[in-house]
């Protein structure tokens, strides 16, 4: 109700003690003094609830202008975003869109497709062994061969428990004996055109195989048997670099 309220109270009262000053004054009945008063309670009641009505009716009236001008605003953004909407429809339609998402679709598979490509060329530029299992049966063709006329080809001991076998004027294969040089391994070296094509290390059961071809180690077979495959080159042998390194310094005093 407010000031207003308590300002109405404030000359209600006043009016009363006006009139009961008056009635008193007078040296009327108190009867009349009583319904004096009351009635000009009533009259500051009557006066106080007309006022608060018309309050309430302007603030009525305001909450409603402003929750038009809200709605207003809210059609407006309501009309914006369907504008929106109809013209992301219409590029879909004018296929704006699709189009743009093939564009993206094709220049992702362009760029894997040249990444392939530049993978493809750095490969081939390294030399591989294409035919594994044809070429390890080559091998063992070979190392056949020599092991089965070992004792037809011509010998030659150049070194210290290290014998060079010979087909003819070829060097076939040098056998390298460990316990004559007191090392634990035996080495046998095959060769074939002067170049190492197979070699086998071994102590009793222990045995390790290794396969070249053209100077590419793709194939090991380890001590447990398990067979190591690579037409690039094979890089877990811990043979390697010594068979390397070793049947070329007997190769050269072979000959």
Sequence with gaps: MGIHFITVLFFGFVFIIVVLLSVYS?????KRAFWGTVGSLMLA?????IFEYGKSVMHFVDIKQKNSEKNMGITEIDDALIETNNEDRQKVDNGELVDSKQE????????SEQEIEK????YDDIPKVEN??????????????ARANREVYIQKEISTGVIAFY???????????GEKIEEKYTRW?????DELYFAFVFYRLQENRLYFCNNILFRYIDEEKNVHDNGYGISECPWEDIVREESQKYFEMSR
């Design 26 to 30: 007078e040296r009327r009945s108190i």
């Design 45 to 49: 009641l009557l006066a106080t609830a």
């Design 104 to 111: 993206i679709d094709e220049g992702e598979l362009e760029g």
């Design 119 to 122: 993978t493809d060329l750095l």
């Design 132 to 145: 594994i299992d044809d070429t390890v049966l080559e091998i063992r063709a070979l190392y056949n061969e």
């Design 167 to 177: 087909k003819g004027e070829k060097l076939s294969f040098i056998e390298v004996n």
């Design 189 to 193: 070296y095959f060769y074939n055109n």
